[in-house]
């Protein structure tokens, strides 16, 4: 079965700072990743996604996420926060040529210190 | 850009009570879905609804909910008998077909408050 779990219910960072906000996927196959993002009174808004091609994926808002099968990681990174990146973050696994339907992870709350 | 919109944003209903969710997925999209997140939790998914039938459903999609396209435009998600537990916030989503399904567009949600 497939899973996702995201270290840390809440990450701080000061405005400026790099924002990695960490998650490990559990597939017996090769899978979709995703990462969303929620801002608040908001629905879930999507980042970016890995669907077996380029390793190092690059998404909306300067974010990008790197997926390591080794370590069967896909951890979202930023080189430097914007107090308009304060959200809950998402990571999420899917099968392709499944259902589609994606597992989601705890979610990570990001705080953006000015 | 074209959005997936829900009604209300909030629901007060009280336990016993059935509540209707409104959703309006993006008009050229063939697949929906409900989801919901209790406060806290993960977003767990419900149900997912393709060609006028249910295509795959959770084992939180009880007899107490159901799902329906009344129309060309609308997805509702039904409770029949609201329980406390119920109270969450419920997504719907919408996709196109073929690989395009694994893209998800999301809601805003409807925050359903069983008191």
């Known amino acids: 079965a497939q899973s996702v779990t995201q270290l840390g219910s809440h990450v701080s960072v000061s405005e400026g700072a790099l924002v990695l906000l960490r998650c490990n996927y559990s597939?017996?196959?090769?899978?979709?990743l995703f990462w969303y993002v929620q801002y608040p009174n908001q629905g879930l808004q999507l980042l970016l996604k890995?669907?077996?091609?380029?390793?190092l994926v690059k998404g909306i808002n300067g974010f990008e996420a790197e997926f390591k099968k080794s370590e069967t990681s896909f951890h979202l990174t930023k080189p430097s926060a914007h107090m308009s990146d304060a959200a809950e973050y998402f990571c999420a696994v899917s099968f392709p040529g499944g259902s589609y339907i994606p597992t989601f992870g705890r979610g990570t709350s990001l705080i953006v210190h000015p | 850009e074209p959005e997936v919109t829900q009604t209300p944003s909030h629901q007060v209903t009280q336990m016993g009570q059935e509540v209707i969710l409104r959703c309006v997925p993006i008009s050229n999209h063939l697949y929906f879905y409900w989801y919901r997140q209790i406060l806290g939790q993960k977003v767990e998914f419900l149900v997912s609804f393709y060609n006028n039938e249910i295509s795959e459903k959770s084992e939180i999609f009880d007899d107490q909910f159901s799902v329906e396209r009344p129309d060309g435009s609308n997805f509702t998600l039904k409770i029949r008998s609201t329980k406390l537990e119920d109270s969450a916030m419920y997504f719907c989503?919408?996709?196109?077909?073929?690989?395009?399904?694994?893209?998800?567009?999301f809601g805003a949600g409807t925050r359903l408050s069983v008191l």
């Open positions: 989503a919408s996709t196109h077909t073929g690989l395009a399904k694994n893209i998800q567009y």
């Open positions: 890995y669907t077996s091609a380029a390793t």
């Open positions: 597939s017996s196959v090769p899978p979709y």
